[in-house]
């Protein structure tokens, strides 16, 4: 639902002068960011680069929903987060660090699970959505709920030193369940943690940021049908062609999904 910002102000001129230089973005472009709106889920590894490049760029409204604390293992990558935030509930520690960021944004903080019973409501003002999860069960729920609200979904995943990036956007493209028809099961509760290097989830996070505001802007070629492969040690970035599956039970043709 995009907002109905007032005019670009003299701070806001000096603040985004490097944005208003780029042909590709200048005035309109940075009003429509101004404009957008855009919902974060999860603001951990991933969900602290994504926060701090949306409203460092101008996105008018910002949500941030997690409902964890900030904790001292955190700090080795998210960077989002001071030694003296721990504790704190991230949706708020995160809520404050971006305003100091940016006091031209508005940030909503929603220290709550995205779960079936707030996912319609939480997305529901907001023009998309992004990936900044750890988990299987809310990457299929984001996707659902995009898909019926007709909204992109910037993925994003990694894993020690790899990591995924993707636009799911079931009106131009294959949405998430077409291409991970089923999920993994998911590692037993005392299952010791996986690693992560962390720079791995800034590089992820920072090309979902980008994936977003090309949507935004309307500019260059997102990743509609398209799935980025990272690899760290190798330094590599790889691509795999995606497609719609006509039998998808999220955005299959009513007729192919029965």
Do not use: W
């Amino acid at each position: 639902m995009p907002l109905s910002a007032p005019p670009l102000q003299p701070a806001e001129r000096r603040r985004y002068a490097r944005h208003l230089i780029l042909p590709e973005v200048g005035e309109a472009g940075q009003q429509r960011l101004k404009n957008a709106s855009v919902l974060l889920v999860g603001v951990g590894g991933l969900g602290s680069p994504i926060a701090l490049y949306l409203a460092a760029a101008g996105v008018g409204r910002i949500g941030l929903v997690d409902d964890d604390r900030v904790d001292e293992s955190n700090l080795q990558r998210q960077v989002l987060y001071t030694t003296a935030q721990v504790g704190q509930p991230k949706a708020l520690a995160a809520q404050a660090r971006l305003t100091a960021l940016n006091p031209h944004s508005r940030f909503d903080a929603y220290p709550l699970r995205f779960d079936e019973a707030h996912a319609d409501r939480l997305l529901a003002p907001y023009d998309l959505v992004v990936d900044g999860s750890d988990n299987f069960a809310t990457r299929y729920l984001i996707n659902r709920t995009a898909a019926r609200q007709g909204k992109p979904y910037v993925f994003g995943s990694i894993a020690q030193f790899e990591g995924q990036v993707s636009v799911f956007y079931a009106a131009e493209g294959p949405c998430y369940q077409c291409v991970f028809a089923e999920a993994p099961p998911e590692p037993p509760a005392n299952a010791p943690a996986r690693g992560v290097l962390g720079a791995v989830p800034g590089v992820v996070g920072a090309l979902e940021a980008t994936e977003a505001l090309k949507l935004i802007l309307g500019i260059g070629r997102p990743l509609i049908g398209r799935l980025l492969l990272y690899d760290a040690l190798a330094m590599t970035f790889d691509f795999v062609q995606l497609r719609k599956r006509p039998h998808c039970p999220v955005c299959g043709t009513p007729a192919a999904s029965e």
